[in-house]
């Protein structure tokens, strides 16, 4: 058991309990009220409709890939699907908001209740999800261009989101970046959401309260508005529920408030209170009926759900009888996974494993490469992992294979040939060759027979040496124990 | 051969296509008819070059198998045309032309009619009597003291003067009836989902419906059936099979069972509707049709209902007009305070009204004793009219409590304005069919209309209706041209 996330102050214990509203764009083509496109970085203002701008007249219709994309992610979090939910609109004013409301789901979401298991190290951990609604994005208000006015870049407004609300369950920011690794990977599982941090398509509002450990009632708690990664979610939920025992040890109160995080700063500050929270005046959105389907439709997208995360973590166990260690790192990325399952198509599971997640990842971590982005191909790599297995190669002379891999996917079949790398296990060349290591170190087998064994290693190492690496370990060992006695 | 403004939207359609006129004719006359027209302040734009260009044109490539071969007509102002300003009656879009084309008039441009000009309204369709328009009152023909009705003011004032053969509206609480019944025109106000409603400027979206203005049934049957159409731009149209209502009229309506509803005889109810509404149930007696008498017990709730529904989504519809992206805007200190002086210079004082409505019922505390009460009543006023239609195939009403009325005389009281629309508002919240023809005249020689409201998507039975009434009634009304000058 690892130590619980605990604040201690004057030798009281705080527990932190944080809750996650997680906004993650729909992967799809198109915007889920219009047909404009979504990509990512382009000019602004040019991926944006009469109805994105909120033209007079102009209507939204709703774009039924992304009623799937969300039924999916619903089914990836085990929760309840809604044969009927409602859109409503949620009215405010703002430069980047063109129709003066968001349409939202507000009483009546897609998904209702489900949950999310996160594997810590301290074992594995249920978190419940609320709910999921699809929601329309704004456009960006960009202040610092001209001095004078304010730019408004549409593209993102009428993007897709999901808003993905957590119950309040999570209790360190720990739990919380395993949480939305977690949620990513299933999403990525699904290809619902790219999950990528960077490009603004998953980001969070956190949740955050602390009480007394052992109170059973939650505190007050304040809202921290809009962190766009995970590091800045914990260092946010760090000062914040700090803020919050400060204030609370000084016999204060803790106000519900929205808050923001202040990356440069690294501190939360108020942007307002309850008594200012916007009335939103929500209502159904009467542009669009209620979106209904039927339990066929649901049953129909089931069927397009692949092997998810748990699960394959599951089928690696049994299947494969690899440790939950690294059946959880396997599959947390679908491409890792993938890479893996290639791999072990033709090569031994165990061997598989211990390469990709030791060299390989190593490999990536010090070019800062993606999976998809290796240097080494699946196929090259259960070459080599033949090799190793078949005996050609000793897994030291692999690991300079491995290197000359990486510097542009070459067949290991090819390097060992052409550098003459293949393993010597001839028995009788090997003999050859341990009986010359014993005639040049007499004065060693001399020590070693009179007891001191542990000079067995040196002859080892010399046949080694003297064959280039290329000798069978095994067989030298063999050989050795018997001319050695 | 009469003369042209005296011939129907069908009659042109047909003298085009025997070639006994010419497109450039009738656009010629109407134009000509227009411009001598002006006192009557129908008109917020005129596309009258591109008109007779469009007409000259066809007559050189003529296309007679369209169903309005080269017949213009113009709209009311809040459907968006492309390249032609298009303002809702609105300081707010004064400046504002669409790049695109509404679905309805697009239909009409697709069966060979052609734009004459932008027709006056009240301001974002929210008044009965046009006098709320930006670009000032529209004067009915009638009398240069009478209010034309409203919202589709111009339309119908445009209508019985005959600057256009025929027109098309808007209709959220009565907007296309109302005025047909002041200006002894036909008006019909389509099923909600009938016509689309993607390019017509927003008023209330579960309301607003698109609907014909026509001198005789006839007419509305044509353009109906050119309007109509099944639109996936449009998420509230509805796919069903049209009929070819013109073609398809028939003044056969032998035992038909038609209801009057009990509550629509309200206090104060003159003399005059009364006898109207008794000889309109003659008439379809005389037609063979059977009268009965039903309840639509929640009728009195219809207009507080409508009253809390269409300001709510007006609130929410009108927010798009904040100065940010296009239309009028006043510079601001700060976004808020542009915000605040574009709204408040932009917008006028029943369009603020409405918002302030709207946004008060919408609010935290009041939604659930406003917005979702009148939800849960608007549903009994639907089941109202459900249950009924199980008895009976149409119903029959006066359209308005009152005949025109005098310019001022309602404007500082919005109240006695919004009684205006006490029989026509219930048709709206249950997005049913309803038609207004004109049946009669009052005292003062003024037209009355009487409404007949049919069930979901059964245009064609009220159309039949109105149709055998229209012969009976024979309504006849001549205009002394008092505003024509030369």
Do not use: A, W
């Given at each position: 058991m690892t130590k619980d996330y605990l604040i201690e102050r004057n030798g009281k214990k705080y527990e932190v309990v944080i809750g996650l509203e997680v906004h993650a764009q729909v992967l799809s083509e198109s915007k889920l009220f219009s047909t404009s496109p979504t990509k990512f970085?382009?000019?602004?203002?040019?991926?944006?409709?009469l109805v994105d701008a909120a033209f007079p007249g102009m209507l939204p219709v709703i774009n039924e890939f992304c009623i799937k994309q969300a039924i999916k992610t619903g089914i990836g979090l085990n929760a309840k699907i809604n044969n009927k939910s409602i859109f409503d609109r949620k009215n405010y004013f703002y430069a980047d908001l063109p129709q003066g409301y968001q349409i939202s789901q507000y009483k009546d979401p897609i998904v209702g209740e489900g949950s999310v298991v996160l594997d810590l190290a301290s074992g594995s951990k249920t978190v419940g999800i609320e709910r999921l609604h699809l929601e329309q994005d704004a456009g960006k208000s960009i202040h610092d261009i001209d001095p004078k006015n304010t730019l408004v870049d549409?593209?993102?407004?009428?993007v897709a989101l999901m808003e993905i609300v957590s119950k309040p369950d999570l209790r360190s920011p720990d739990e919380v970046n395993v949480y939305i690794k977690k949620l990513r990977s299933i999403m990525r599982y699904l290809g619902t959401?790219?999950?990528?941090m960077q490009e603004g398509s998953l980001r969070a509002d956190v949740n955050v309260s602390v009480r007394k450990k052992g109170d059973d009632k939650y505190g007050t708690r304040c809202e921290i508005k809009n962190v766009n990664s995970i590091k800045f979610m914990q260092m946010a939920i760090e000062h914040e529920a700090n803020r919050q025992v400060d204030i609370l040890e000084d016999g204060g109160k803790i106000d519900q408030e929205t808050r923001l995080f202040d990356t440069k700063k690294n501190e939360t500050r108020s942007m307002r209170s309850k008594e200012d929270a916007h009335d939103y005046r929500y209502f159904p959105d009467p542009d669009l009926l209620p979106l209904e389907f039927s339990d066929d439709y649901v049953e129909s997208i089931k069927k397009e759900i692949p092997e998810l995360p748990d699960q394959k973590k599951s089928r690696f166990i049994e299947k494969f009888n690899l440790s939950s260690y690294e059946a959880n790192i396997l599959v947390s990325d679908l491409d890792t996974s993938k890479y893996f399952e290639t791999v072990i198509e033709n090569s031994d599971v165990k061997l598989s494993s211990n390469w990709i997640t030791g060299e390989l990842f190593a490999l990536l971590n010090e070019k800062n490469l993606e999976i998809t982005e290796s240097p080494i191909s699946a196929k090259n790599l259960s070459k080599l992992i033949n090799l190793i297995k078949d005996g050609t190669i000793s897994g030291k002379i692999a690991k300079t294979v491995f290197e000359m891999m990486a510097e542009g996917d070459k067949n290991p079949i090819d390097i060992v040939k052409e550098k003459g790398l293949k393993q010597q296990s001839d028995p009788k060349e090997l003999e050859k060759l341990i009986e010359k290591v014993i005639n040049e170190n007499q004065d060693k087998v001399k020590e070693y027979k009179s007891g001191k064994e542990k000079l067995f290693g040196f002859f080892v190492g010399q046949a080694m040496k003297v064959s280039g690496g290329k000798a069978n370990p095994q067989l030298v060992n063999e050989i050795l124990k018997k001319k050695l006695k | 051969m009469s003369n042209i403004i005296d011939l129907s939207l069908s009659e042109l359609v047909l003298n085009i296509k025997n070639k006994k006129i010419s497109s450039k004719d009738v656009t010629s006359t109407y134009i000509e008819r227009s411009k001598k027209s002006k006192s009557l302040n129908a008109y917020n734009e005129e596309t009258f070059d591109t008109a007779l260009k469009k007409a000259a044109e066809f007559d050189s490539k003529p296309d007679f198998n369209k169903k309005l071969s080269g017949v213009p007509i113009a709209v009311k102002d809040l459907f968006c045309t492309k390249n032609v300003k298009t303002t809702a009656s609105s300081k707010i879009l004064n400046n504002f032309i669409p790049t695109y084309e509404s679905t309805v008039t697009q239909n009409l441009w697709n069966d060979g009619a052609i734009l004459l000009g932008k027709l006056n309204c009240d301001e974002f369709a929210?008044?009965?009597?046009?006098?709320?328009?930006y670009f000032g009152d529209v004067i009915s023909p009638i009398d240069k003291d009478l209010v034309p009705g409203g919202s589709s003011g111009g339309s119908a004032s445009a209508l019985a003067a005959k600057l256009t053969p025929a027109t098309i509206g808007t209709d959220t609480g009565g907007s296309i009836r109302q005025p047909a019944s002041f200006t002894g025109t036909v008006g019909l106000k389509p099923t909600y989902g009938s016509c689309s409603r993607y390019g017509i400027v927003a008023f209330a979206s579960s309301l607003d419906q698109a609907g014909p203005m026509t001198r005789n049934v006839k007419d509305a049957a044509l353009l109906l059936e050119v309007m109509s159409s099944f639109d996936?731009?449009?998420?509230?149209?509805v796919d069903f099979k049209r009929p070819m209502y013109s073609k398809d009229l028939s003044k056969d309506i032998k035992g038909k069972k038609i209801g009057i509803p009990k509550e629509y005889r309200v206090d104060g109810m003159s003399e005059e509707i009364e006898k109207l509404w008794d000889d309109g149930k003659n008439y379809l007696k005389d037609c063979g049709a059977e009268i009965v008498d039903v309840s639509l017990p929640h009728t009195k709730f219809a207009l507080p209902t409508y009253y809390i529904v269409a300001p709510a989504e007006a609130s929410s519809n009108l927010a798009?007009?904040?100065?940010?992206?296009y239309g009028f805007r006043t510079e601001g200190d700060n976004l808020i305070d542009m915000y605040e002086k574009t709204r408040s210079a932009g917008f006028g004082d029943e369009v603020k009204r409405r918002i302030m409505i709207g946004t008060y019922v919408l609010s935290s505390g009041y939604y659930d004793a406003y917005y979702l009460k009148a939800q849960k009543v608007r549903r009994l006023i639907k089941n109202d009219f459900n249950n009924i239609f199980q008895k009976v195939d149409a119903i029959l009403t006066p359209s308005t409590p009152s005949s025109a009325f005098k310019i001022g005389e309602k404007s500082n009281d919005p109240v006695s304005m919004y009684l205006n629309d006490i029989f026509t508002v219930p048709v709206n919240l249950a997005g049913l069919p309803g038609i207004s023809i004109p049946a009669g005249l009052d005292k003062k020689g003024y037209p009355l209309g009487l409404q007949i409201i049919g069930k979901s998507f059964d245009e064609q039975n009220i159309l039949n209706i109105a149709y055998s009434m229209e012969d009976k009634i024979n309504f006849k009304f001549n205009l002394k041209e008092w505003w024509m000058n030369d």
């Open positions: 970085g382009s000019e602004p203002n040019t991926q944006v409709s549409l593209n993102r407004s009428g959401c790219d999950g990528n | 929210m008044g009965s009597s046009n006098e709320t328009s996936n731009k449009d998420s509230t149209s798009r007009y904040d100065g940010v992206k």
